[in-house]
């Protein structure tokens, strides 16, 4: 389940694709060209993936392919196969 951080609501828009820069700032790319959504920067935490919701707002959920140093140790390397 993901978790809203930041109300947003950026209207539904074919072709351009968001993201979140390392400083917090919201983007939307198309073309070649960048243009700022959100200054307000966002605190990022490791361990979270951070995306624009289906209802325009940007929102984090834990990623699943971070894994602990403990749990990492049972897996191939880069792969969800066990050893």
């Known amino acids: 389940m993901a978790e809203v951080v930041k109300k947003l609501g950026l209207p539904p828009q074919d072709g351009?694709?968001?993201f979140v820069e390392k400083d917090g700032t919201v983007w939307k790319h198309q073309g070649g060209k960048k243009t700022i959504i959100?200054?307000?920067k966002v605190e990022?935490?490791?361990g979270y993936l951070y995306f624009i919701?289906?209802?325009g707002d940007l929102a984090k959920k834990a990623n699943p392919q971070q894994r602990d140093?403990?749990?990492?140790?049972?897996?191939?390397?880069g792969t969800q196969i066990e050893r």
């Open 44 to 46: 990022r935490e490791e």
């Open 53 to 55: 919701d289906l209802n």
């Open 69 to 77: 140093s403990e749990t990492n140790k049972l897996y191939k390397p």
């Open 38 to 40: 959100s200054k307000a």
């Open 16 to 18: 351009f694709l968001y």
